[in-house]
């Protein structure tokens, strides 16, 4: 009897500990992507015009993202300051730009990669797990435009080595992180307008 109730006791105690340990794991992940930064709202209206463009094998028309796409989505703006390390020191700069994320998730994309586009050809790709609440579209680093061209930039700020474009105008998604850069034979982008806009 006491084997049994001995035995009883150390499974209430497994369950229980097995159960505190899914909630910490929960909890962890939750707070994973958690900003170090404290993120303040930005009027939309202050924004200036803007346009990029979203395309993929699997999007049969190229999506405009521009400012009125975010009124109406509700995507939040933000302004924040956040320190870098540019390797050799640490300055804090001043932003303001929206996460790339909460444009995303408003469409329900498919994909897994993600290849975005400067105006002059240049580009870099994320794996959709790397784009997390640390990528930014952002208009403003200490109060002047981050593009020379386009009024927007991308920035990266989970990333090590601080990835970032500026003046970029242009996003195509893949089903496959393997998949190559498409041809216009072979997509419905046409490359007039990816580049020279």
């Known amino acids: 009897m006491k084997k049994k109730i001995v035995f009883f006791g150390a499974a209430v105690v497994f369950i229980a500990l097995a159960l505190f340990g899914l909630l910490l794991l929960k909890s962890t992940n939750k ?7 404290t993120l303040k709202e930005y009027s939309i209206e202050k924004l200036p ?7 993929g094998n699997e999007i049969k028309k190229n999506i405009e993202i521009t400012k ?9 703006v933000y302004e924040f300051s956040k320190d870098i390390d540019n390797n050799w020191e640490t300055v804090t700069n001043d932003y303001i730009g929206f996460t790339l994320k909460d444009i995303l998730k408003e469409y329900e994309f498919d994909y897994q990669a993600i290849e975005f586009y400067e105006v002059d050809r240049y580009s ?3 794996t959709k797990e790397e784009i997390d609440e640390d990528v930014y ?3 403003y680093r200490d109060g002047k435009p981050l593009g020379e061209v386009e009024p927007i930039g991308l920035m990266s700020f989970s990333d090590k080595w601080n990835r970032s474009l500026t003046d970029f105008n242009y996003i195509f998604l893949y089903q496959s992180t393997q ?3 498409p041809s216009e034979s072979d997509t419905n982008v046409d ?3 990816r580049f020279d806009r």
């Not at 707070?31 to 930064?37: E, L, N």
């Not at 015009?49 to 395309?55: A, K, L, T």
């Open 191 to 193: 490359e007039s307008d």
């Open 49 to 55: 015009e803007f346009s990029f463009s979203i395309n």
């Open 124 to 126: 870099v790709r994320f």
């Open 137 to 139: 579209v952002i208009f």
């Open 179 to 181: 998949e190559e850069v």
């Open 68 to 76: 009125e796409v975010l009124e109406q989505k509700s995507v939040p």
């Open 31 to 37: 707070d994973k992507y958690k900003p170090d930064y």
